[in-house]
């Protein structure tokens, strides 16, 4: 359905696993368009760190996990 959704979902297990701090959390915004529309996302896939409870940093689109990681702010805090 969305291939650059399947193609970072691995990406995003990897970080889970090597991260205790990061919880990853899907949702299908088909099925969610309130929160969809309550975070702006506007193009999928749409990642957000949350930190608190609230947005922390976001990133769009698949891409490699050290990209990732520097665009939510992890990169620091993976090395």
């Given at each position: 359905?969305?291939?650059?959704?399947?193609?970072?979902a691995p990406v995003l297990e990897q970080m889970?696993?090597?991260?205790?701090?990061?919880?990853?959390?899907?949702?299908?915004?088909?099925?969610?368009?309130?929160?969809?529309?309550?975070?702006?996302?506007?193009?999928?896939?749409?990642?957000?760190?949350?930190?608190?409870?609230?947005?922390?940093?976001?990133?769009?689109?698949?891409?490699?996990?050290?990209?990732?990681?520097?665009?939510?702010?992890?990169?620091?805090?993976?090395?």
């Amino acid at each position: 359905w969305c291939g650059p959704c399947h193609a970072i979902a691995p990406v995003l297990e990897q970080m889970a696993s090597e991260r205790s701090d990061l919880k990853v959390v899907k949702l299908n915004i088909d099925e969610q368009p309130a929160v969809a529309q309550r975070y702006g996302v506007m193009s999928i896939p749409t990642l957000i760190l949350f930190k608190d409870g609230e947005p922390a940093a976001a990133a769009v689109g698949a891409m490699p996990k050290s990209m990732l990681e520097e665009r939510l702010g992890l990169a620091e805090a993976a090395a």
